[in-house]
């Protein structure tokens, strides 16, 4: 089964900065789980909510800073600020720490709220830049992004993320979208999703998977992958399977 650090080692360090990808590859871990957002200018940006309020010690929409700006506050403020200033890192700036590591990267595109022009295009073009294609998974809530990203980039793998719905089958809906993986929350996976997926031939991915009885339930279905925050963990529990 992967393991993917959400976010990096999100539950201990500071979520989506390049310490908590550090702390996750050191982990050994399968993949790393990022979320991508555009800046005023443009930027490709690595941070999880639209604002920054939660995550740093500023406040407003990451829409309304130029990237020059946004580096200025400190998105450890999220763990109380306690691991040293951490900016918000560029995606550009991940690529190039990622290219030389062996490590598969989910990069979920955030456009759901604000359509961000061309966000799939700057995606695509980045990981192109940066010989990142055959370690790349897409992934979004907003399936007409991945829409998008088919007609950009066919060869690269997507998956498409659900919550707050049972989609029963699951399998058929991806396979006939072409999304070779479902990706749902777990409270919303049962039993029924995880073998029509096998049926259909799509790869399950589930997040957020922080408890170990959870992790083994899931082992026990047959899912391909999990998104947690404590990947060092549950890698440490699937080494002794
Ligand atoms: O990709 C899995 C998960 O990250 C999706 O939800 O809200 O954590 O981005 P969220
Ligand atoms: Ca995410």
């Known amino acids: 089964m992967k393991v993917f650090g959400h976010r990096g080692y999100s539950g201990m360090y500071p979520e989506n900065t390049m310490l908590s990808f550090q702390k996750a590859a050191d982990t050994g871990c399968y993949g790393i789980e990022l979320d991508v957002q555009l800046t005023k200018d443009g930027q490709l940006v690595v941070i999880h909510d639209e604002t920054i309020d939660r995550t740093t010690d500023g406040t407003g929409a990451v829409v309304d800073y130029t990237f020059e700006e946004l580096r200025r506050f400190d998105a450890s403020a999220i763990k109380g600020g306690t691991h040293g200033f951490q900016p918000i890192p560029s995606f550009e700036e991940y690529c190039e720490w990622v290219k030389e590591r062996d490590l598969v990267t989910n990069i979920e595109i955030k456009s759901g709220v604000y359509y961000y022009e061309d966000i799939e295009e700057k995606t695509v073009e980045m990981v192109r830049r940066f010989g990142l294609t055959d370690r790349v998974l897409f992934s ?7 829409f998008r990203l088919q007609q950009l ?41 995880v073998k029509n997926c096998k049926a ?26 999990v998104f947690t925050n404590y990947p060092g963990v549950c890698k440490a529990w699937l080494d002794t399977r």
């Open 140 to 146: 979004s809530f907003n399936h007409a992004s991945l």
């Open 153 to 193: 980039a066919p060869e690269i793998p997507r998956g498409a993320l659900v919550e707050y719905v049972d989609l029963g089958n699951a399998g058929y809906y991806c396979e006939r979208y072409g999304f070779q993986n479902y990706h749902p929350g777990v409270e919303w996976l049962t039993e029924e999703n």
């Open 200 to 225: 259909h031939g799509v790869g399950v991915n589930v997040w957020t998977v922080n408890d170990m009885g959870v992790l083994e339930k899931l082992y026990e279905w047959g899912c391909d992958g």
